[in-house]
Structures are given as structure tokens and as C-alpha cells.
């Protein structure tokens, strides 16, 4: 059964797909909406780009811009961006080809570093993923706003932090703390 539900309370205008049961219990809060397929958002891939390390703000948006510039001249080379499912469930996040629904991209919600909005867009939004000992910004322009996006990123990223440990370290509260005001900063997450 696949029932449309939105992505998050913001989410007057995107949604997202959730497939399975749904019960009272559901409704409840008992079992999360991210376990199973978890939901997935439309959404296009603008680009990847290896960067040195997993925070820093200027660095994200420094990519940002690069990806942008070289999505525009491939653009006026008459090439599009790949169209993309967005699937956000409790193990971390899969990048599937809308057309066929192969999957091109698992990441681990442990891995996933630092999740940025695009300042000038708001449809747009930036993470950076740690694939071994290398770190690469997965930069994603969404169908519609980016927030219930970043908000369910955040999510399954927070859930992380309480899993890996019950009492919050200093490093866990200076996170949480930025979580409440991450609308359009860098939202940090280790």
C-alpha cells in the first residue's frame, strides 16, 4: 500500500511517498515513518565534489557555487541534470534513478557529516558523506522546497547521536543546539 503523506510539518508543498501499513499506533509516534522504505522526495542531482574535510561552511558553499557553474555550462551543452529518488529511511539514504529505480548511491546516516542549505535557492541542499577516507558534497536540487528534506535528514541523523549514546557528550549538545537553528546554516552532525 503506498499512502502520500507529507515530508514534515513544514511541508505544505513537498511530499513525501511512505509505503506499508499505516496503523493508530503509527499516529502515536510508536513505530518512525523512515523505518522500511522510509519516504522519498523527486528531486535531481546537481553534482559531487571531493572536498578535505567534513565541516566548514565557506567550504560547502565554495562547492556549491563550483557545481552550480559547472551545471550551467553543461546546461548550455544541451545536458541535463539526472532526475532522482530521495529515499530518507532509519538506516541512512539512497539516491535512486527515477526512471528505471536502480539504486546509484547508498549512504549510512553514521557517514552523512554536515547537511547545508543553499542560501540562494530553496530548493537546493548540500551533504557532505564520508566514503572512507575521503569526503564528497553530494549537492541535490529537490522538486519542490528543501527544508522538510533537511529536516528529515536531520532526523535520521540525530537518531544517530541518541543511539550511540543515552547521556549527550559536550560535542552531542553543541550539535543539537545548532539543529534548532539550522535553517539556512551548516547543521553539523558527528
Given at each position: 500500500m503506498t499512502e502520500q503523506t507529507a515530508g514534515s510539518f513544514h511541508a505544505a508543498v513537498q511530499?513525501?511517498?511512505?509505503?506499508?501499513?499505516?496503523?493508530?499506533?503509527?499516529?502515536?509516534?510508536?513505530?518512525?515513518?523512515?523505518?522500511?522504505?522510509?519516504?522519498?522526495?523527486?528531486?535531481?542531482?546537481?553534482?559531487?565534489?571531493?572536498?578535505?574535510?567534513?565541516?566548514?561552511?565557506?567550504?560547502?558553499?565554495?562547492?556549491?557555487?563550483?557545481?552550480?557553474?559547472?551545471?550551467?555550462?553543461?546546461?548550455?551543452?544541451?545536458?541535463?541534470?539526472?532526475?532522482i529518488w530521495l529515499k530518507i529511511s532509519s538506516s541512512g539514504l539512497k539516491i535512486l534513478d527515477e526512471r528505471t529505480g536502480i539504486l546509484v548511491y547508498e549512504h549510512d546516516r553514521n557517514r552523512i557529516s554536515s547537511l547545508t542549505k543553499d542560501e540562494f535557492d530553496p530548493r537546493a541542499l548540500a551533504y557532505i558523506y564520508q566514503n572512507q577516507d575521503a569526503f564528497v558534497l553530494f549537492y541535490i536540487k529537490t522538486a519542490h522546497q528543501a527544508d522538510p528534506v533537511l529536516l528529515d535528514l536531520k532526523e535520521i541523523c540525530h537518531k544517530?547521536?541518541?543511539?550511540?549514546?543515552?547521556?549527550?557528550?559536550?560535542?552531542?549538545?553543541?550539535?543539537?543546539?545548532?539543529?534548532?537553528?539550522?535553517?539556512?546554516?551548516?547543521?553539523?552532525?558527528?
Open positions: 511530499t513525501a511517498v511512505r509505503t506499508g501499513p499505516t496503523s493508530r499506533t503509527e499516529a502515536a509516534g510508536a513505530p518512525s515513518r523512515f523505518h522500511g522504505d522510509g519516504v522519498r522526495y523527486k528531486a535531481k542531482l546537481i553534482g559531487m565534489d571531493p572536498v578535505p574535510d567534513t565541516q566548514g561552511e565557506k567550504m560547502c558553499r565554495d562547492s556549491m557555487m563550483k557545481l552550480k557553474g559547472l551545471e550551467a555550462a553543461a546546461r548550455k551543452q544541451g545536458k541535463h541534470k539526472p532526475r544517530v547521536t541518541q543511539e550511540t549514546s543515552d547521556e549527550p557528550t559536550e560535542n552531542q549538545v553543541r550539535i543539537n543546539s545548532t539543529c534548532a537553528f539550522c535553517q539556512s546554516v551548516v547543521c553539523l552532525i558527528s
